[in-house]
């Protein structure tokens, strides 16, 4: 993900960490911004639905091609 300098001085003033733009770019809802930017957001709803489907993962796998990360299958483990 690149960064402007600005976004870059802003996580250090806010103690935002690489994970937690990964979490929000991936697990965040899709929101139009101020100017037509995209906004991307977790709020409590979202957070609950994301605590319940990780609840449902305990136990699950999958195994990626290592060459195109296509599923190759997806299991319970026992």
Do not use: C
């Amino acid at each position: 993900m690149k960064l402007t300098q600005h976004a870059e001085q802003r996580m250090r003033q806010r103690g935002f960490k690489d994970i937690h733009l990964y979490l929000l770019q991936v697990l965040g809802e899709e929101m139009i911004a101020q100017g037509g930017a995209v906004k991307m957001t977790i709020t409590k709803k979202r957070k609950a639905q994301i605590v319940q489907a990780l609840d449902k993962l305990v136990g699950k796998s999958m195994i990626l091609s290592s060459d195109t990360g296509t599923v190759l299958t997806a299991y319970n483990k026992r």
